[in-house]
C-alpha cells in the first residue's frame, strides 16, 4: 500500500424514490422561518454579542416535515410550527424580546407572514434585520 494514494470506493446508487427525496431535501434548504421581534438595542450590549446570537431568530425545525407536500399543506404545517414554538418559548426569545410574528420564506423565494397564533397575516411589510459582525468587510458571523 502506497502513502498519499486514495482508495477506490464504489458510487453509490439511489433508487428514484431515494433521488426524488434527496432533491426535495436541498430545495427545501432554501426555506426558513425566522421571527420578528420587539427587540430594541439595549445600551452596552456589544455588536459580537447579537451577531452571535442571531440565530435564535430562526425556528428550527426537521425539513421532513414537509417532503412531498402541496404548497397548502406546507403552508398548514408552518402555521402549526409557528404555535408549537410560540408556546414552546412562551412568547419571547432571550436578548431578542416579544415575539411579534414570523415570516416563513418557501423553496421560490416567497415570503409569507404568520401571527403567533399560526394564522396568516397580510403584513408583508415586515423588514428583517440581521446582526452581522465583520473584520476588513468580510463577514464572520
Not at 425556528?59 to 407536500?69: C, M, N, Q, T
Not at 397564533?117 to 446582526?131: L, M, Q, V
Amino acid at each position: 500500500m502506497t502513502i498519499g494514494k486514495k482508495i477506490p470506493t464504489t458510487p453509490t446508487q439511489y433508487s428514484q424514490e431515494e433521488q426524488s427525496k434527496r432533491k426535495e431535501l436541498r430545495d427545501l434548504e432554501k426555506c426558513y422561518i425566522w421571527i420578528y421581534t420587539d427587540f430594541k438595542r439595549p445600551s452596552g450590549c456589544p455588536i459580537f454579542v447579537l451577531a452571535l446570537s442571531e440565530g435564535a431568530r430562526r425556528v428550527e425545525f426537521s425539513k421532513e416535515r414537509l417532503l412531498f407536500k402541496s404548497d397548502k399543506e406546507i403552508l398548514d404545517i408552518v402555521s402549526t410550527i409557528v404555535q408549537e414554538h410560540y408556546q414552546k418559548v412562551d412568547g419571547k426569545i432571550q436578548l431578542w424580546g416579544t415575539i411579534i410574528s414570523y415570516i416563513w420564506h418557501d423553496k421560490s423565494g416567497n415570503k409569507y407572514t404568520y401571527n403567533p397564533d399560526g394564522s396568516y397575516s397580510e403584513n408583508s411589510t415586515i423588514d428583517e434585520t440581521k446582526a452581522t459582525l465583520s473584520i476588513k468587510g468580510k463577514q464572520i458571523c
